[in-house]
Nanobody, 116 residues
Framework: QVQLVESGGALVQPGGSLRLSCEAS????????MGWYRQAPGKQRELVAF???????TYSDSAKGRFTISRDNLKNTVDLQMNSLKPEDTAVYYC??????????WGQGTQVTVSS
């Protein structure tokens, strides 16, 4: 059974940093494309960043230069380092695992609030 458990969400001031982590189990982690998405109130879920099994990374325009996605295939974790946070980064952040062309899985989400 695929499980994705996010952690690290918190209340942080503008300009601050936060590191989210997702612990995965129940599938071949090293072969999966792992990603982070977010959903703000009243908005659609959107891609933040993803990393392939070959460690190729892709970022949304809003994440470029501020966020870094990384994976540890020994620990089965994927992290999202977020720097220079802005109020518009406030959202529930979801871990995503694409285990095949037709199979994708989601974590339960972790709340990030950027506010003074």
């Amino acid at each position: 059974q695929v499980q994705l458990v996010e952690s690290g969400g918190a209340l942080v001031q503008p300009g601050g940093s936060l590191r989210l982590s997702c612990e995965a189990s129940g599938f071949s982690f090293r072969l999966a494309t792992m990603g982070w998405y977010r959903q703000a109130p009243g908005k659609q879920r959107e891609l933040v960043a993803f990393i392939t099994s070959g460690d190729t990374t892709t970022y949304s325009d809003s994440a470029k230069g501020r966020f870094t996605i990384s994976r540890d295939n020994l620990k089965n974790t994927v992290d999202l380092q977020m720097n220079s946070l802005k109020p518009e980064d406030t959202a529930v952040y979801y871990c995503n695992a694409r285990t095949s062309l037709t199979s994708t899985h989601w974590g339960q989400g972790t709340q990030v609030t950027v506010s003074s």
